[in-house]
């Protein structure tokens, strides 16, 4: 295995890889809405939040040597299901030109780290 680390995504928070590569796949850790240019966590906008989130997932793939059309899985954790219509919208823009879009599950969970809304983890081939 190896470990991915860019400075285009946030820094862990916790003794974990921003990523890693094991064979010819690429395994994303769960990336929050930070701000990689200010460090700040968008905690109020669904929208903004899920764009961060995806951003920094790409910035984590792009270091790995991949790109989002190469995306089989996507995992999203939301605090509130009543976010999943807005993050669904930026989701599947974010996507659009990536070809088809990947298997996912979204789920509800009772919190995230930082207060987060939003966390996406993805699964991509190189």
């Known amino acids: ?16 890889s ?5 064979g010819n796949l690429v395994f994303t850790s769960g990336q929050l809405p930070i701000n990689t240019a200010t460090g700040a966590l968008e905690t109020e906008d669904i929208r903004r939040a899920a764009r961060y989130s995806l951003e920094n997932c790409r910035a984590v793939l792009e270091a790995a040597g991949t790109a989002l059309g190469n995306v089989a899985k996507t ?3 939301l605090t509130d299901m009543a976010d999943f219509g807005a993050f669904n919208e930026v989701y599947a823009a974010f996507f659009a030109g990536a070809g088809d879009p990947p298997a996912r599950s979204c789920v509800q969970v009772a ?3 930082k207060e987060a809304k939003i966390e996406i983890e993805m699964i991509a081939a190189l």
């Open 75 to 77: 995992t999203v954790f």
């Open 111 to 113: 919190a995230l780290p």
């Open 18 to 22: 921003q990523g890693v590569i094991a």
């Open 1 to 16: 295995m190896k470990t991915i680390a860019t400075m285009k995504a946030p820094g862990a928070i916790g003794p974990y």
